[in-house]
């Protein structure tokens, strides 16, 4: 299956901007559904965007309208947007290859992740 490196984390205040990167490597990056979860402190990872093989995407109702994910083929890599960033958003971010037409994760490998940190 496809693997994974997170990248472009860091520290901001509120209302700022992240853009966080996911390098795929696997010959079968252009035939599968990705996304971002993330894993408040506290909490269970939870999903936060969907691109699909066909460049759909799909958005958890909590980051709809500020965050953007997309992928270029060319470079197998996924992106994730981050605009107006609240404190909530504070979390480890990740990036997994999905179950097309769900939120679920294909597997249950995750990487190291993107710390992002909104704090005044």
């Known amino acids: 299956h496809v693997q994974f490196a997170e990248s472009g984390g860091g520290s901001v205040q509120p209302g700022e901007s992240l853009r966080l990167s996911c390098r795929a490597s696997?010959?079968?990056?252009?035939?599968?559904?990705l996304g971002w979860y993330r894993q408040r402190p506290g909490k269970q990872r939870e999903f936060v965007a969907r691109?699909?093989?066909?460049?759909?995407?799909l958005y958890d109702a909590s980051v709809q309208g500020r965050f953007i994910a997309s992928r270029i083929r060319a470079n197998n890599t996924l992106y994730l947007q981050m605009n107006n960033l609240q404190p909530e958003d504070t979390a480890v971010y990740y990036c997994?290859?999905?179950?097309?037409?769900?939120?679920?994760?294909?597997?249950?490998?995750w990487g190291q992740g993107a710390q992002v940190i909104v704090s005044s």
């Open positions: 997994m290859q999905m179950i097309p037409k769900t939120v679920q994760p294909a597997f249950d490998s």
């Open positions: 696997g010959s079968y990056f252009n035939n599968v559904s």
């Open positions: 691109v699909s093989s066909a460049l759909n995407t």
